[in-house]
Nanobody
Framework: QVRLVESGGGLVQAGGSLRLSCAASGRTLSINDMGWYRQAPGKQRELVAVIARYGDTTIADSVKGRFTISRDYAKKAVDLQMNSLKPEDTAVYYC??????????WGQGTQVTVSS
């Protein structure tokens, strides 16, 4: 099992910044990918950014150039730096990790609200 604890959500004005953090514990040696997804009201959960075991990143087009994902291998953590936030970035953001056994674990979610 892998447990994930997220932090850093909140309310910010458009154009502002937030940093989300996610720390993993438990069977962390099996972790391959770490990333962030989001789900806005009435919409499906979507990928925001993922960083693979050896550092390759995948970033959604909607946030490219504004969001940066980073990974601290020693702390078994993944951060999402969000700049130039827009109201359409408002969503619950979920941390996700995938193991070498193709298991997927989710955090509890953290609310990000961007006011116009």
């Amino acid at each position: 099992q892998v447990r994930l604890v997220e932090s850093g959500g909140g309310l910010v004005q458009a154009g502002g910044s937030l940093r989300l953090s996610c720390a993993a514990s438990g069977r962390t040696l099996s972790i391959n990918d770490m990333g962030w997804y989001r789900q806005a009201p009435g919409k499906q959960r979507e990928l925001v950014a993922v960083i693979a075991r050896y550092g390759d990143t995948t970033i959604a087009d909607s946030v490219k150039g504004r969001f940066t994902i980073s990974r601290d291998y020693a702390k078994k953590a993944v951060d999402l730096q969000m700049n130039s936030l827009k109201p359409e970035d408002t969503a619950v953001y979920y941390c996700n990790v995938r193991s070498s056994l193709s298991e997927s674990y989710w955090g509890q979610g953290t609310q990000v609200t961007v006011s116009s």
